[in-house]
């Protein structure tokens, strides 16, 4: 007889790690052989399936798991399909805009960066500017949702602009890829990535990237890590569906389990429909409670919301502490032009969820 699994005894109201049903939490509860045709039979079935959410033209793309946080899976794109030769502009608007000019800088990549503010979107055509000015420019990278913020950048915009200069387009959609509907061919994405504890609502473990066949096939011998090499770790697991070394297996068992709920529930387009009223329901209680959001309702993602403190003295640490005794764990302000905090609304997290977080910071303000 199985074990129970415990409840959790608050809801995590952040961008992930995030909230995850009993059944994910339970599939983890059985142990898996790396080598055994059943674990490898998930991993090909879990590769098929995250192409078949990304696009409709699943024959010209691929899915490849990595090990790590999604930042892992950032770092073997850039690392693996930069060619020393190559430069990136990297699109920077906030921390994981950031993170990408780090790793290049890590890694020695040819690189330039479009900078904006935390709380200024790209325009794309600033963006047309930059690749006109710098036509030794190869490649575009760029996150979709910035939870240094909650902004949503406009990426069919943006790629319309890489696109019809014929740049390869590498999306960080950690927090957006099955959440909000897209499709990476009508986009022209050639490098979308995401991780497990996101939008699908697993745990976290391992981040993907979802290919397109004809980009990753230029990249063997290219990257600048044996570990982080993703052109040989697509190699390895479209031939046998293993990993180079070691899966996390109980992740990824969990995060079938979370793809069969996903589908179950209405796919993308009804998990989108549930986080944008999660979010609406949080925006309008919390305004009426006295807090303000920090980015204009056109820049904000239905994924996490930043808002400002709502008075000079207003103590953040008192307030989290106070909310998560009652149930629920909000998440720190990360930007360094306001102080603000932020709310996730994603996960398994529903709107009589954010109905009762609302009255409970309805009661410690009043």
């Known amino acids: 007889m199985h074990e129970m699994v415990p409840d959790n005894p608050y809801l995590l109201m952040t961008p992930g790690p995030l909230s995850t049903s009993k059944s994910v939490r339970h599939a983890m509860l059985r142990d898996w ?7 490898q039979n998930i991993v090909q079935n879990i590769r098929t399936r995250l192409v078949a959410l990304a696009t409709h033209s699943s024959e010209d793309y691929t899915a490849v798991l990595m090990q790590g946080s999604g930042s892992f899976a950032v770092e073997a794109t850039l690392s693996t399909v930069i060619a020393a030769d190559q430069k990136v502009l990297i699109v920077s608007n906030g921390a994981y805009g950031q993170r990408m000019v780090q790793m290049a800088q890590v890694l020695h990549l040819g690189h330039l960066v479009y900078q904006l503010a935390e709380t200024q979107p790209p325009a794309p055509a600033e963006l047309a500017q930059i690749l006109d000015a710098n036509p030794d420019i190869t490649h ?18 943006c790629a319309q602009v890489v696109n019809a200069r014929d740049k390869v387009l590498i999306v960080d959609a950690m927090s957006s890829f099955g959440g909000i509907p897209l499709d990476v061919d009508d986009l022209g994405i050639d490098f979308l990535i995401s991780s497990a504890n996101k939008c699908i609502q697993g745990v976290p473990g391992f981040g993907f990237v979802i290919a397109r066949r004809a980009e990753l096939e230029k ?20 031939t046998s569906g293993k990993w180079r070394f070691t899966s996390p297996t109980h992740v990824v068992r969990a995060f079938l389990q979370a793809l069969d709920e996903l589908a179950a529930k209405g796919g993308i387009a009804s998990r989108n429909a549930r986080y944008v009223k999660n979010q609406a329901l949080l925006v309008e209680g919390m305004n009426k409670l006295g807090f303000k959001t920090l980015l204009k309702r056109k ?11 709502p008075e000079p003295n207003f103590d953040f640490n008192a307030f989290y502490d106070l909310v998560k005794e009652s149930g629920f764990v909000l998440y720190p302000g990360k930007i360094s032009q306001a102080d603000t ?22 009661d410690i303000r009043h």
Do not use: K
């Open 219 to 238: 990249c063997e011998g290219q990257a600048r890590s044996l570990c982080l090499d993703l052109y040989d770790q697509w190699i390895q697991m479209d």
């Open 33 to 39: 052989c790396t080598w055994d045709d059943d674990y």
């Open 299 to 309: 820049h904000q993602s239905p994924i996490i919301t930043s808002f400002l403190y």
């Open 140 to 157: 575009v990278a760029l996150v979709h949702c910035e939870t240094t913020t909650g902004m949503l950048n406009p990426l069919a915009e």
């Open 341 to 362: 905090f932020r709310v996730g609304n994603i996960g398994e997290v529903y709107p009589e969820d954010i109905r009762e977080l609302l009255s409970v910071i309805g």
